[in-house]
DNA sequence: TATAAAATTTAGGTTTGTCTAAAAATTAAT
DNA sequence: ATTAATTTTTAGACAAACCTAAATTTTATA
């Protein structure tokens, strides 16, 4: 039996070993779980006690083949039910992320899977994130950050890695949502802001900080 | 802020108050919810401060406006979660309850409603049981138990009492499922089992059992 | 290498929700 | 009206998950 909370430090070391590959600290889980140094430190002797990661004390945490299943079906469900909220129940992508973080947790036997067969086994989210089939195996998608585009490129929106509803929502003023089309015109040196334009002609000036955080796919 | 253990007994309290009008006693409680009465003693301490329930010891207790309030919106999740996961999903009626229990709990904002119109505004659940509206009115339907029918009258299933997997396993083994017709042909005095017809031409008998827990609607 | 800074763990405590066993109150039965 | 049975509450504990403050270990710096 694996609890809400130990579900969640699970996936909180799946996606910071994700970034790095050495072992987790056990600031980095405190900050992505938002919590103290201490409380991270009680849950790893509970999950260590189950197997699920390996910890060695003030070396951090990697988790084990167990934990990191356990993570990948957890984030499975996440993705699948964003996926529900938006395509059927209306929602845009930057409200979803809390219902998902609640409806990850429900535990049921086909469940999961039956919801992947009614939303037609979606391979990504609507962040335009992997969607890991029921085996834990994981689509990858040829993508790269706006901010490495070269003049001249042209290419597609895939993704985020800002996930904050402020950004989703600049995104969707700018009309920069998953699949629209843009041509990269100019770098301004000074501050590597970014003219872009649009399929219908619009030209638009990024910050850098946008190039950043929006994936595309260069056609 | 109200706990899912809170939420589940002001859920509890409704349904023995449903059944009877006096006040819920806390063994009554402890059964619903399968505990021990020195927990429910506790829990309901604690609802009473948060004024959700009145409270006298030794005396039972009953829902204030608010704590009806919240366990009819509790109700209102469940049954529509219900109706998603055999309408939506392909569940069986027997199936769901336990997903529902857990899905009852997420909270979101326009989460229920967008469900609700996503269903199209379904007034009853796989059960037959009546959905209240997102004002909390309650949908009422002329029904009977069919151990009440006397021979040659004619009707249509449109819940049940019982709501164990088995029973209702058995009722879809026996054809009977929501808006199954029948007649009754004949109560056996000997021990009050039921002859029935099918619309297809087939017979059966029921136990005594069986026409105390199936609702019909006389046609 | 000694010292300072940062990271991590431990110690001790809180809240929620549960339990068993014992005490108290209510209700039923003589 | 007593006594017996039942119901309910209290007392005391426990586990999960969190916290703050203090101690310890590791890493960085002079
Ligand atoms: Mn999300
Ligand atoms: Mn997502
Ligand atoms: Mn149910
Ligand atoms: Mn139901």
Redesign the interface.
């Known amino acids: 039996m694996i609890s809400h909370a130990e579900e969640n430090y699970l996936k909180a070391i799946f996606k910071i070993s994700e970034k790095e590959a050495k072992a987790a600290s056990t600031n980095a889980i405190a900050a992505e779980m938002q919590t103290t140094a201490a409380s991270v430190t009680d849950m790893l002797k509970r999950l260590a006690e189950k197997n699920l990661i390996d910890y060695e004390k003030y070396r951090g945490v990697q988790l084990t083949t167990e934990g990191s299943q356990v993570a990948t079906a957890l984030i499975r469900k996440h993705r699948l039910w964003e996926v529900f909220l938006v395509d059927?129940?209306?929602?845009s992508w930057d409200e979803v992320h809390?219902?998902a973080e609640?409806?990850e947790?429900?535990?049921?036997n086909?469940?999961i899977d039956?919801?992947d067969t009614?939303l037609g086994h979606p391979k990504f989210d609507p962040h335009g994130d992997p969607i890991p089939d029921a085996e834990g195996r994981w689509s990858f998608r040829q993508q790269v950050l706006l901010s490495t585009l070269k003049p001249g490129e042209r290419a597609a929106v895939t993704g985020v890695d800002d996930h904050s509803p402020a950004f989703l929502q600049y995104l969707d003023q700018l009309g920069l949502t998953l699949g629209a089309g843009l041509e990269l015109l100019e770098r301004f040196p000074y501050d590597q802001s970014l003219r872009v334009r649009t399929p219908d002609g619009r030209e638009l000036v990024l910050s850098e900080k946008v190039g950043q955080n929006l994936f595309v796919k260069i056609s």
């Open positions: 059927k129940l209306g929602f809390d219902l609640q409806l947790h429900v535990q049921g086909n469940l039956r919801l009614f």
